[in-house]
Nanobody
């Protein structure tokens, strides 16, 4: 079992920045992908960014060039730096990892971008 604890969401104006953090409750190998998904009201959950060792990070087209995912393997923590935020980035953001065929999700952290 792995628990994922997110932090860093909040309310920000258009053009602002936020940094999300997600810490796993136990050591996660660097080869295990960790990432961020988001879900806006009335929409499906979508991948925002994902990172694993040996590969370039994956980003949704809508956040490319504005968001940066990074990872501290020693702390089993993944970060999402979000810059130049837009109202359409408003959503509940979830941390995710898949290990041994099991999907683990955080509880979600709300990001709200005001006009």
């Amino acid at each position: 079992q792995v628990q994922l604890v997110e932090s860093g969401g909040g309310l920000v104006q258009t053009g602002g920045s936020l940094r999300l953090s997600c810490a796993a409750s136990r050591t996660v190998f660097s080869s295990v992908p960790m990432g961020w998904y988001r879900q806006a009201p009335g929409k499906q959950r979508e991948l925002v960014a994902r990172i694993r060792s040996g590969r370039d990070p994956d980003y949704a087209d809508s956040v490319m060039g504005r968001f940066t995912i990074s990872r501290d393997n020693a702390k089993s923590t993944v970060y999402l730096q979000m810059d130049r935020l837009k109202p359409e980035d408003t959503a509940l953001y979830y941390c995710h990892l898949r290990a041994s065929g099991i999907d683990y999700w955080g509880q979600g952290t709300q990001v709200t971008v005001s006009v």
